[in-house]
């Protein structure tokens, strides 16, 4: 009988131009933290969807209990008691939140005791237990459509908790959790690898596998580098094997210049579906030559406010000035020719057209200028020598470059797609949202160097990130917002990351 209740041996998975995972065999025991590690795009989403059942392995076999899995498919996962948590969710937008939890498994009950239905009652009961229990609380009755992407995020994993599965595979679960949600997480898996569950974690966060995981598989391009014993092997190592080269944990930058303003927002107010405001009489400028960070929890109001300077959003009220023009009522485009670049929170939803090419989506917003267009026609060959200098530029990871479909990317990828984008605007105003979201720690480290050149070269930097440490790291100016309000706006050294979090929290000082 095998040690192990997870063996995948010699898996190897093409796709075209691409070879994804390439002859790898890992063995994972019950009731471990297993993490696996690796670059956007390495191959570790696509091992793990075959364990889930979503792709079949061109060559190899995998092992389950010790019987050969000989059908791949997610029901035939989750009769083996697998769940999955996937980095981009599975949720119908239309449906709630308890319809989207008990999908393909609804609780039946009997209408004037012959008439068949769903339980609908007893199973919104049933979910907000759930998410109770594990700190992860939902309204059953919200549709998804009206959620944002961290109430998304619980769903996927409530809906895995729902079905009691005993092997869980989580992809990138903490993407866009906050940092005290992340705590919570952490200690709910730890809590159940107690309870006897098997956990399987995908993650870029190197802290994270520290500490909670066992052991760390680590990918490369599609092939397995190493299987390490996570308790004797250090962050910097793991990232070093991850990337192939030394990584630089911090971020070096020389004190900000500022110029003139060239975003000035006055007394925003922006209102809900239900016209609630959850940005209330918010005020801040931002200079050229100056990164200003909000900071706050999810869900106070930070993304409003950068959907309104969009255009995504209606401001309820107050004004919205871009390089001294009035934007309040622009249209997204307007807004965009007059100078600003948008890097958002969704970037499947927002941010890519999915089912366009790779090269389409780097020149959605260029497309109509010479040399890419004439006459009303399209220069499809200087669109893809264009999309293939932003390839190369940041490093974007695709199977058949600058015409890869967007969709078949991995997330990581399809982000540096939007950066790289929204970077070659050149424009004056730079908005970015969780703009390392789901990257790995060399990539991150990139886009943080281009974050600071676009600084250091004249642009305004609008930057809003649920990561404390990335604010710290970044800002030189920090503004602070909770509940739809800005509480706090000073110097980035003269704030401590304690008083920030504090301030995230609600906790007001004297001064």
Request: glycine fraction near 8%.
């Amino acid at each position: 009988m095998s040690d192990y209740i997870v063996e995948m041996k010699n898996i190897t998975k093409r796709f075209p131009g691409i070879v994804a995972n390439d002859n790898i065999s890992i063995g994972i025991r019950k009731g471990e933290i297993f993490a696996l590690l690796g670059e956007n795009g390495a191959g570790k989403s696509t091992l793990m969807s075959i364990l889930f059942g979503m792709y079949e392995p061109d060559e190899g076999e995998v092992y389950v209990r010790g019987k050969k899995v000989e059908q791949f498919s997610p029901n035939n996962a989750t009769a083996m008691n697998i769940g999955m948590v996937h980095q981009h969710f599975k949720l119908v937008s239309n449906y709630t939140i308890t319809e989207n939890i008990i999908l393909g498994m609804e609780p039946p009950r009997k209408f004037l005791g012959f008439l068949p239905g769903i339980d609908i009652k007893n199973a919104d009961a049933r979910v907000a237990e759930l998410s109770r229990k594990f700190g992860l609380e939902v309204n059953p009755t919200q549709k998804i459509e009206d959620l944002n992407v961290s109430m998304q995020q619980r769903v996927e994993i409530l809906k895995m908790l729902y079905r009691e599965a005993e092997i869980l595979i989580f992809d990138e679960p903490t993407a866009v959790l906050t940092p005290q949600e992340i705590e919570y997480l952490l200690d709910i898996i730890r809590e159940m690898r107690k309870g006897g569950k098997t956990i399987i974690l995908i993650t870029h966060k190197l802290e994270e596998i520290k500490q909670v995981a066992d052991r760390c598989a680590i990918l490369n391009r599609g092939r397995l580098v190493e299987i390490c014993d996570v308790a004797s092997t250090t962050t910097k190592d793991m990232a070093a094997m991850m990337v192939g080269r030394e990584v630089n944990f911090g971020v070096d930058k020389s004190p900000a210049v500022p110029g003139d303003v060239v975003l000035d927002v006055r007394s925003l107010t922006v209102k809900n579906a239900d016209g609630f405001p959850v940005v209330n009489d918010v005020s801040f400028q931002v200079r050229s030559g100056e990164i200003f960070s909000i900071a706050g929890v999810a869900g106070n109001g930070q993304v409003e406010i950068a959907d309104a300077i969009a255009g995504l959003l209606p401001a309820a009220s107050g004004s919205i000035s871009l390089l001294g023009k009035d934007i309040t009522h622009a249209s997204v485009k307007e807004r965009s020719d007059t100078g600003l670049a948008y890097i958002p929170e969704d970037r499947q939803s927002v941010g890519l057209i999915l089912d366009f090419s790779l090269a389409d989506n780097l020149l959605l917003k260029k497309y109509a200028e010479e040399p890419y267009c004439s006459k009303g026609v399209l220069n499809k060959k200087k669109i893809h020598e264009k999309g293939d200098q932003l390839i190369r530029d940041f490093d974007i990871r695709s199977g058949q470059g600058s015409q890869t479909m967007v969709r078949s990317m991995s997330g990581g990828n399809q982000q540096k797609a939007i950066i790289a984008r929204e970077i070659d605007l050149d424009a004056p105003c730079m908005i970015f949202v969780q703009p390392t979201r789901g990257l790995d720690i060399g990539a991150i480290e990139h886009i943080h160097q281009q974050i600071i050149a676009e600084r250091d070269a004249g642009k305004a930097i609008l930057l809003i990130s649920l990561e404390l440490d990335e604010i710290m790291d970044l800002s030189d100016t920090i503004s602070v917002i909770f509940n739809g309000k800005l509480l706090k706006t000073a110097p980035a050294d003269e704030l401590t990351d304690k008083q920030v979090g504090e301030y995230m929290m609600g906790v007001k000082h004297n001064g």
